[in-house]
């Protein structure tokens, strides 16, 4: 799970250095409500929570890569296979970032 | 379900490549199957594992904070980490390779089973390879994006 604040000025995606389940978490693991990140000052409040890794594409891709070994049905049945076991580690990621976005500071 | 661009962008990428893949493989069937056994008896593949894994996890372990209490907990889970990740993925890919001999080239790996067993066995091996290789990935990828990340700092005393 990636967290990260929107920059005030670029209007782009910043992403923290840190790790935490909930904002109450971030806050103790930060010190503090309020934190600089490139001369802006940002309050735990603006920080959101994304999927860090698609679990999905890489499951996929390396079933297919395994299944290689059995020729091209291989590849067809381990990407599936791959993909379906990658998306339900995904689904479990979008479930903490949605937990995290939920949360109060 | 609402997914980033980037999740889109990706598994788009990895549909065009296996099929890319699956294409390559039909034309040269022959080839890639002596390729494949090449790589299996080359014997390096073990050793990949085992190194992918062992890196994965210790990094994981020391750059991201986990729910560990105690240091003790934390090498502990670290160790058994290792031991579990390097421990499935080399022995289901040994799995893999003895199917994939007796069914493509009649080397007897496992007596006396036939193709459902064969298959159930390559399957069941797939699946622990994949699940393997997902969650160290997971623990790499968490790793590579905390160092491209930004550093929050306490803001100053007025």
Redesign the interface.
């Known amino acids: 799970m990636?967290l990260y604040v929107i920059d005030k000025h670029t209007n782009t995606k910043?992403?923290?250095?840190?790790?935490a389940a909930d904002r109450a978490t971030l806050r103790g693991?930060?010190?503090?409500q309020?934190?600089?990140?490139?001369g802006n000052?940002?309050s735990v409040s603006d920080v959101q929570a994304?999927?860090?890794?698609?679990?999905?594409?890489?499951?996929?891709?390396?079933?297919?890569?395994?299944?290689?070994?059995?020729?091209?049905p291989g590849?067809?049945?381990?990407?599936i296979?791959?993909a379906l076991?990658?998306q339900g580690?995904?689904e479990k990621e979008q479930r903490e970032a949605s937990s995290f976005n939920g949360s109060r500071a | 379900m609402n997914?980033?661009y980037?999740?889109h962008r990706?598994?788009t990428?990895?549909?065009a490549?296996?099929f890319v893949?699956?294409?390559v493989?039909?034309v040269y069937?022959q080839e890639?199957?002596d390729v494949?056994r090449g790589i299996?008896e080359g014997g390096s593949l073990p050793y990949a594992i085992w190194i992918y894994v062992t890196v994965s996890v210790l990094s994981h372990s020391y750059f991201?904070?986990g729910v560990a209490s105690s240091q003790f907990e934390k090498i502990t889970e670290t160790v058994f980490s290792i031991g579990t990740y390097g421990l499935a993925g080399t022995t289901s890919l040994t799995l893999?390779q003895g199917v994939?001999l007796q069914y493509f080239y009649g080397v007897s790996s496992f007596s006396n089973f036939g193709s459902l067993d064969l298959a159930s066995v390559?399957?069941v091996s797939?699946?622990l390879?994949?699940?393997c290789?997902?969650?160290t990935?997971?623990m790499l990828?968490?790793v590579v994006?905390?160092?491209?990340?930004?550093?929050?700092?306490?803001?100053?005393a007025t």
């Open positions: 990636k910043t992403y923290l250095r840190v790790s693991v930060l010190g503090n309020y934190f600089v990140i490139n000052q940002y994304e999927p860090s890794t698609d679990s999905t594409a890489v499951g996929g891709l390396l079933g297919g890569v395994i299944g290689a070994a059995g020729g091209a590849v067809v049945i381990g990407g296979l791959g076991i990658g580690q995904t | 997914l980033p980037n999740l990706s598994r990428l990895v549909v490549f296996l893949l699956a294409a493989l039909v069937r890639a199957k494949v299996f991201i904070a893999l994939f390559g399957l797939v699946y390879l994949i699940y290789g997902i969650n990935s997971r990828g968490d994006f905390q160092v491209k990340g930004s550093d929050a700092e306490p803001p100053e």
